[in-house]
């Protein structure tokens, strides 16, 4: 625990650059919803002394490291037990109708990664299992021990965009007949037999979209980050901020389209001027999605895929245009 309590939060610097504007000289209330082992959230504490922190995370093991780094803010910092997909009602447990900043540091954590008992490495023997909230839900083993075949093709090819989905798929139903799957090892060793020798020489482990589809499905990542985005931006009072970030396409598109969306006009097109409560709700901090530079990848290697948007909230919604952050009296 020693050692991971070291981990280097990726883009940590311009993640403190983006939200501190909502965040500066005054009683703000921000959510890290990947609250992990505590980086980012001790850096924000430290940062700003007047800050609130509400730290949220689905595995109770990087909770525990979490509450063990950030033992010197309590009373600034409330850890919480659940999905980020729960944050509308965790805020109404804590009497919030808006926040100041929120954080999503989204994907598989490094103490995830690390912990061979997990199963989510494919580097590193271990029990099939892949959840992040170990005290529930099903494994990986169970969705490569039930799926029919054609549910395990879509969410290699919807999941891990794998070329070889269909034979991957294939493979597997044709060997948990013969044994079901356990291991990390067994299913590594399906996947090296089903991709061809010339693709295994490119694009890193044959194995790395295989692992990252069955996590994604075993977790229900991809529906809890759709729910989770927009309910997020909804919770941001007006000069409230918003950063995220993704480490795959499928991540980033779902935060795209979000930001997206609230960032264009309704007003239709032609109209002299804008429709009252049609204008753009949010304003885009970033050009696009920002990468992390050379030096801090090669300090942190997980840095390479992480792609960073951020936005500032500029209106709130007709209905609820009367209503501020900050916590409720």
Do not use: C
Not at 116 to 130: K, V
Not at 224 to 235: F, G, I, N, T
Not at 262 to 271: D, I, K, Q, W
Not at 280 to 290: D, H, I, Q, S
Request: charged share 20%; proline share 5%.
């Amino acid at each position: 625990m020693a050692g991971s309590l070291q981990h280097i939060p990726v883009l940590l610097g311009r993640s403190l650059e983006l939200l501190g504007p909502a965040l500066a000289g005054r009683q703000a209330v921000m959510v890290d919803a990947t609250v992990g082992l505590g980086g980012h959230a001790a850096a924000l504490l430290d940062a700003h002394p007047q800050l609130t922190l509400i730290g949220i995370d689905r595995d109770p093991q990087a909770l525990d490291a979490a509450g063990e780094r950030l033992r010197a803010y309590t009373g600034r910092m409330h850890l919480v037990h659940a999905v980020y997909d729960q944050l509308p009602q965790i805020l109404r447990r804590f009497d919030l109708a808006h926040v100041d900043g929120v954080l999503f540091d989204l994907g598989v954590s490094s103490l995830q990664l690390d912990n061979t008992q997990r199963g989510f490495s494919y580097a590193r023997d271990a029990a099939l299992d892949m959840r992040m909230d170990p005290t529930t839900g099903p494994t990986a083993a169970d969705v490569l021990n039930t799926y029919a075949q054609r549910d395990l093709r879509r969410i290699l090819q919807d999941y891990g965009e794998e070329r070889f989905a269909g034979r991957i798929a294939a493979a597997v139903v044709a060997q948990r007949f013969r044994q079901p799957f356990e291991t990390t090892a067994q299913l590594v060793e399906v996947i090296y037999q089903n991709v061809p020798a010339a693709a295994r020489r490119h694009g890193g482990h044959p194995a790395k979209r295989t692992f990252q589809a069955l996590r994604i499905e075993v977790n229900g990542e991809l529906a809890a980050l759709h729910a989770a985005v927009p309910a997020a931006l909804d919770a941001l009072a007006v000069g409230g901020r918003f950063v995220a970030l993704s480490y795959h396409s499928l991540e980033d598109r779902i935060v795209k389209r979000a930001l997206a969306e609230l960032s264009t006009s309704r007003t239709p097109a032609g109209m002299p001027v804008e429709l009252p409560g049609h204008g753009p709700e949010l304003n885009l901090l970033t050009r696009g999605a920002e990468q992390a530079g050379p030096a801090e990848i090669a300090a942190n290697p997980r840095a390479a895929s992480v792609r960073l948007r951020a936005a500032q909230r500029i209106a709130l919604p007709e209905q609820s245009a009367s209503s501020q952050g900050g916590w409720t009296s």
